[in-house]
Each structure stands twice: as C-alpha cells, then as structure tokens.
C-alpha cells in the first residue's frame, strides 16, 4: 500500500544539527519547513546545507519549505513592558517613539508601520499580542490614534498587532 500521508518537520535551533535532521529523515520526514518569521538569512542557508547533506549521507530525499512571513504590524519599542488594564489608554503615535507610561491609566508607544493607523475610525478594534489584549478606537487625530483597553494583559515590545 502506498503511502499518502505526508510528514513536515519545522526545523529550528533544538533540531538543526547534521545528526537531528538525519534521525529526522530515517524517522520518515518528507518536507522540512524554515520559518523564515525567525533567524537570519545565513542561519537558513546554513540549515539548507545540513539538510543537504544529511540527504546524501543518508541517501533520502527530502522537500523543503521555505515559510515567508507576509508585513507584519508590530508594537515598537518599549521602554518597560506595558502592565495594561481594562480601561486603559494606549496611544498609538504616527512618530516613532520610544514607548513609555504617561500616566496611572494610560501609555504611548508607535507602530512598526504607522500608515495604518490613517485607516481607522472610531469604534474599530485592534487586537495586541496577537489577540490575546483587545481594544478598541476612541479617538483619531492628525498625531495619533488613541484606543481603550477590553482586558488585562502584559504587552511588550515588538508584539504583533491585528485589525479584525
């Protein structure tokens, strides 16, 4: 009977030594995935070769996926982590800044591409941390976006931020 199910191994620093990625392909890997979300271009070219040669040592072969991240929107620099709480300020600057609490409720800090903020109105959310802290938009001017904590979560720097 042949096999149809196929298996796919990230590869990542736990796992990118010559004699892993041979135990891998004797264990039936079929495709090695690189996130390129993470690491340098030199890491995965690296990885490429151990791939490679553990192929020839080996005498299996093996896909590889290259997995490229699309823009992604990001928190930018914090000067302390954000302890944020429900009902809470966050401003969002159009400048790039360093971000930091201006307040007991309320904090500042920038996007990693701030064009987007042009896009919002009242009333929108945004999603920090990936989901994990939601807001929402109370006010929009030429400088900033400002918006309203939904609940409690610590956020830090370069965090990914979502528009649902």
Do not use: W
């Amino acid at each position: 009977m042949k096999k149809r199910t196929k298996i796919l191994a990230t590869i990542g620093p736990a796992s990118d030594s010559l004699e892993s990625i041979k135990n891998l392909l004797r264990a039936g890997v079929n495709v090695f995935r690189l996130n390129f979300s993470h690491g340098s271009h030199e890491y995965h070219y690296e990885t490429l070769q151990k791939i490679r040669q553990a192929e020839k040592e080996t005498g299996l072969l093996v896909g590889v996926l290259q997995d490229i991240s699309g823009p992604k929107i990001r928190i930018g620099q914090l000067e302390l982590p954000f302890d944020l709480k429900e009902d809470d300020t966050l401003e969002f600057s159009k400048n790039e800044i360093l971000g930091k609490k201006t307040g007991e409720n309320s904090y500042v800090t920038c996007l990693s591409q701030p064009a987007i903020l042009g896009q919002l109105k009242l009333g929108d959310y945004v999603y920090l941390y990936d989901g994990i802290i939601r807001t929402h938009v109370i006010d929009v001017n030429e400088e900033s976006v400002s918006v309203r904590v939904e609940n409690r979560g610590i956020l830090t720097s370069k965090k990914g931020v979502n528009f649902p």
